[in-house]
C-alpha cells in the first residue's frame, strides 16, 4: 500500500517564479482533493476533482493557481508568480466516492512551499 | 456557509489520563458527516474517528469516543488513557461533499 505521495516534499522559490506539485492518490481513489495550510491552521479547502473532472473551486484559488488530474490519476498544482503570501504546507487527499456514503479522505505528506 | 469552531488551541493532559476536545459546527445539512483527525508533528494527517449526522449512537473507536450532539452541533472528542503518541494537532471536520476543517486544538501528553 502506497497511500497518496506528493512530490516535490519542499519547495523554495523566489518571488515571481512558477511552480508546481504533483499528488498520486491511492490508485482506486476516484477523488482528489487540494488543500492549503498555514502554521498552526486547519487545512483550507482549494478544489476537488472526481476522476478527472475538476467539481468545485475554492475563492481561495485565485487566477494564478491552477489545478488538473487530467486522466483521473495524479493531479497537479501550478502557481503562477508566487507571492510570499503562497508560502504554506499543501495537501493532497483522495478518497473513493462510492458505495460507503461518507468520504474519508487519506492524506499525502504535504508539500511545504517557501516563497522568498 | 459551514463553519467549524474549536476554542481549544492548546491542551495537555497527563499520561493515562482522559481529556476532552471541544468542536462546534454549523451547516443547514440535515445530512453531513463529521470527523476527527490527527496530525503529528511532521506526519501525516489520519483519521481517528467519523460520524454520522443521521446516527444518534455516539461513535468509539477504542479508546477514542465522541459526544455527539446535533441539537447543538457539538462533536467533542474523548481520548481516554492518554498515551505519548497521542501528542498531536487534533482536527474536528465537518463533510457533506466537501469538508471543512477546524482550527485545530494542540495536544501534548505528559509523561
Known amino acids: 500500500d502506497t497511500g497518496v505521495s506528493q512530490d516535490p516534499r519542499h519547495k523554495i522559490t523566489k518571488r515571481g517564479q512558477n511552480v508546481t506539485f504533483r499528488c498520486d492518490p491511492i490508485s482506486e481513489h476516484n477523488r482528489l482533493y487540494w488543500y492549503r495550510q498555514t502554521l498552526g491552521q486547519g487545512p483550507e479547502f482549494l478544489t476537488y476533482?472526481?476522476?478527472?473532472?475538476?467539481?468545485?473551486k475554492s475563492r481561495l484559488l485565485s487566477d494564478r493557481f491552477s489545478a488538473e488530474r487530467p486522466k483521473g490519476s495524479f493531479s497537479t498544482l501550478e502557481i503562477q508568480r508566487t507571492e510570499q503570501g503562497d508560502s504554506a504546507m499543501y495537501l493532497c487527499a483522495s478518497s473513493f466516492s462510492g458505495l460507503a456514503p461518507y468520504n474519508e479522505q487519506f492524506f499525502g505528506p504535504g508539500t511545504r512551499l517557501t516563497v522568498l | 456557509a459551514q463553519t467549524v469552531t474549536q476554542s481549544q488551541p492548546e491542551m495537555s493532559v497527563q499520561e493515562a489520563e482522559t481529556v476532552t476536545l471541544s468542536c462546534t459546527y454549523d451547516t443547514s445539512e440535515n445530512n453531513y458527516y463529521l470527523f476527527w483527525y490527527k496530525q503529528p508533528p511532521s506526519r501525516q494527517m489520519i483519521l481517528v474517528i467519523r460520524?454520522?449526522?443521521?446516527?444518534?449512537q455516539n461513535a468509539t473507536e477504542n479508546r477514542f469516543s465522541v459526544n455527539f450532539q446535533k441539537a447543538a452541533k457539538s462533536f467533542s472528542l474523548k481520548i481516554s488513557d492518554s498515551q505519548l503518541g497521542d501528542t498531536a494537532m487534533y482536527f474536528c471536520a465537518l463533510e457533506n461533499d466537501k469538508v471543512i476543517f477546524g482550527p485545530g486544538t494542540s495536544l501534548s501528553v505528559i509523561p
Open positions: 476533482f472526481q476522476n478527472e473532472a475538476q467539481l468545485e
Open positions: 460520524q454520522e449526522a443521521y446516527k444518534q
